[in-house]
């Protein structure tokens, strides 16, 4: 099992291009909306990307709430992740 970064943010393209259905931020909280029963495959692949801007995850079935350092930090995470989606 390959545990290097740039397969880890390989991984988090490719979950985040199926999964991700929405991104919304409040204060340094993001909400990420998924399909049913894809939540927790997508915050594994967040968690195993360490992306700088990530303090933690908690994943439900269809919605993941990640925690950043910061509102900056939080904006440019947004931005990442509709990115990756394709948003």
């Known amino acids: 099992f390959d545990n290097s970064p740039a397969v880890a943010l390989h991984?988090?393209?490719?979950i985040a291009a199926q999964f991700v259905?929405?991104?919304?931020?409040v204060e340094q909280?993001?909400?990420?909306?998924?399909?049913?029963?894809?939540?927790?495959?997508?915050?594994l692949a967040i968690d195993g990307?360490?992306?700088p801007e990530?303090?933690?995850t908690i994943a439900g079935?269809?919605?993941?709430l990640v925690i950043s350092k910061d509102r900056r930090r939080a904006s440019a995470l947004v931005?990442?992740?509709?990115?990756?989606a394709g948003m």
């Open 11 to 14: 991984t988090l393209a490719q």
């Open 21 to 25: 259905r929405h991104v919304d931020r």
């Open 29 to 43: 909280m993001i909400v990420v909306r998924t399909g049913a029963g894809q939540a927790q495959a997508m915050a």
């Open 49 to 51: 990307a360490r992306l």
């Open 54 to 56: 990530v303090v933690g």
């Open 61 to 64: 079935d269809d919605t993941i």
């Open 79 to 84: 931005k990442r992740l509709e990115q990756l």
